[in-house]
């Protein structure tokens, strides 16, 4: 178990990989076997930092929900961090590509919460039924950490969250299975990947149950408004100046992001 000196100390250098954009170490390299538990402590430490700078969050995302990806990474679950607010983007937004290290696409579908959860959800249909509306979105995720990484590495670097571009079109869950939402993930014109919400726990709002019950586990909680991206279902695609993305989501509509 880290220290508190080593949790600061470790969060500080995040922040500063970040504001410098230029990638540093990974931690297990310095911390061998770095532990999920103190991976989450140097999260919250660096989050805390940003509220301190005066930034807000919007929600949380979920990452690994891939059964392959978490076997492969020796995990029964998935991981989690913090939406910042003013990383949350409209449709057909265009980024300076230099901010960031190594910055990726992925689709996904974004819920937003009815109301708080204060009890546990336990069936995808419970989520649901506390979700207010989904919408298509996008995540860009971005790594402040060097390879070669651990899956600790990324939950303290806030679980690789850079930004996020949400559609207009606002999906009633009772209107859409979720499950079967889809879509191809096209880079400068030609489509490279493609996938279905279902390749995240079987449903992507048991991808939003599982954040749920484990915010509860820890003492907090999910509220009425948070933004929750839960989780990619289909390769993310790397990010170079010049590229533009442009997400199909069939009838729910389509997604573009561009860099400059």
């Not at 979700?131 to 070669?148: G, I, Q, S, W, Y």
């Not at 299975?177 to 490279?192: C, H, K, Q």
């Amino acid at each position: 178990m880290l220290g508190d000196a080593e949790i600061e100390k470790a969060a500080r250098a995040i922040s500063d990989a970040e504001r410098n954009a230029a990638a540093m170490p990974p931690l297990s390299g310095g911390y061998p076997g770095l532990a999920l538990a103190d991976a989450y402590r140097i999260q919250e430490r660096l989050n805390s930092m940003r509220e301190q700078q005066g930034l807000a969050f919007a929600g949380y995302k979920i990452g690994l929900t891939w059964r392959t990806t978490q076997i492969a990474c020796g995990l029964t679950e998935p991981i989690c961090g913090r939406i910042l607010a003013d990383a949350v983007f409209s449709n057909n937004v265009t980024l300076q590509a230099a901010p960031y290290i190594s910055p990726q696409i992925e689709v996904e579908l974004a819920f937003v919460m009815a109301c708080d959860v204060d009890a546990p959800l336990r069936t995808a249909g419970e989520a649901l039924a506390v979700t207010d509306h989904v919408m298509p979105a996008l995540e860009l995720v971005d790594f402040r950490m060097a390879a070669p990484r651990i899956v600790a590495d990324t939950v303290a670097d806030n679980s690789a969250f850079a930004g996020v571009v949400l559609s207009s079109h606002r999906l009633r869950p009772q209107d859409v299975d979720t499950r079967w939402m889809g879509a191809t993930l096209a880079r400068n014109g030609v489509v490279e990947v493609s996938g279905v919400a279902a390749m995240g726990m079987g449903h992507p709002a048991s991808c939003v149950a599982w954040l749920a019950n484990t915010l509860l586990e820890r003492g907090e909680r999910l509220r009425a408004g948070d933004l929750i991206m839960s989780g990619a279902f289909a390769a993310a695609l790397p990010v170079v100046t010049g590229d533009r993305f442009e997400a199909d989501f069939g009838p729910c509509g389509g997604l573009e992001i561009s860099f400059q």
